[in-house]
């Protein structure tokens, strides 16, 4: 690949078509709060461009030029693309008509890929699946057995043990797979179908305080599968996505009015950020600070692993 079709090596996990909904001004600029360590909060402006990226954020170490990028250039960019003509779609006519299942699919998966794009998760991915894979324990090497059960032609080709079979993909195989179920974790198919059934809503808010939005941007209340299960997105400072099993449950969520919901979804966006909130401009200085990572939403190995908080079904 020549230098001037390189592959981007600045990967965006809080993409630019979505934080520049909390940009203005010429040149557009938006709030940001970055928590840099314990207790050192700083508050500056920045374009959207600037903010949520990590160099090299998705590549995989071992790997060189597309292939270390292949997260982002066959995977995170395109999809991105639809997500953003989807957003586009919900501004402009809200979540109303026909909506075929390849465009459900688009924005569903935008969702759902929020929940594991961030560093950390990608960073456990990274650490995490090289390191098990390195050395597979019992329950991995029973389930490698159990195939031979369930196809004994596989006796004919396959090595004896996952330790051998492991050996014989070569030392960077617990990378690739890494790659992989980074690419199945932002496509999962049973929380994606969950969130394609519920009921979609995009509001517009006329309270005069304003949306906030984080490194941690998607709100879970309750397990996908509950009958009280409700998602929210913060898509401006003015307009919000939900998704819910039914209208109901979005109902009740504004019984106290939009100022109150207003601040409940900021508060809870920005405790769970793991570094980094945005907004529109810096009229929350006051509290965003004391309340920056407070609570962070638990990374995507914790998921894998059962540990920490997981994303229940039912």
Request: charged share 25%; aromatic share 12%; proline share 7%.
């Amino acid at each position: 690949m020549s230098a001037n079709n390189a592959a981007p090596s600045t990967h965006h996990y809080i993409p630019i078509f979505y934080s520049k909904r909390w940009a203005s001004g010429a040149p557009p600029l938006l709030t940001r709060y970055a928590l840099w360590r314990p207790g050192i909060v700083s508050i500056d402006r920045k374009a959207p461009r600037g903010v949520g990226w990590e160099r090299h954020g998705y590549s995989f170490d071992g790997f060189s030029g597309d292939e270390a990028e292949a997260v982002e250039t066959k995977l995170m960019s395109p999809k991105d693309s639809l997500a953003s003509r989807m957003l586009a779609r919900l501004e402009q006519c809200g979540a109303d008509g026909h909506w075929n299942d390849d465009d459900r699919f688009a924005w569903t998966w935008f969702l759902v890929s929020l929940l594991v794009r961030g560093p950390q998760d990608v960073e456990s991915a990274k650490t995490n699946i090289s390191r098990e894979w390195a050395n597979p324990n019992e329950r991995m090497e029973a389930r490698y057995q159990k195939l031979f059960d369930d196809f004994p032609e596989m006796r004919r080709h396959a090595a004896p043990t996952l330790r051998e079979y492991i050996g014989s993909m070569g030392d960077d195989y617990g990378k690739r797979l890494g790659v992989k179920i980074m690419a199945y974790m932002t496509d999962h198919n049973e929380i994606s179908t969950a969130i394609a059934n519920m009921h979609w809503e995009v509001r517009w808010l006329k309270a005069p305080s304003l949306l906030l939005t984080s490194d941690r941007p998607l709100r879970r209340d309750y397990p996908f599968r509950s009958p009280n299960s409700l998602i929210t997105l913060p898509i401006g400072p003015k307009a919000v996505f939900l998704a819910a099993r039914s209208r109901e449950v979005i109902n009740r969520v504004f019984r106290d009015g939009e100022t109150e919901f207003v601040r409940k979804n900021n508060r809870l966006l920005v405790r769970q950020a793991r570094k980094f909130a945005f907004a529109f401009d810096d009229q929350d200085r006051d509290w965003v600070p004391r309340n920056l990572a407070k609570e962070p939403q638990p990374g995507f190995f914790d998921f894998i692993k059962g540990s920490g908080t997981p994303i229940k079904l039912s």
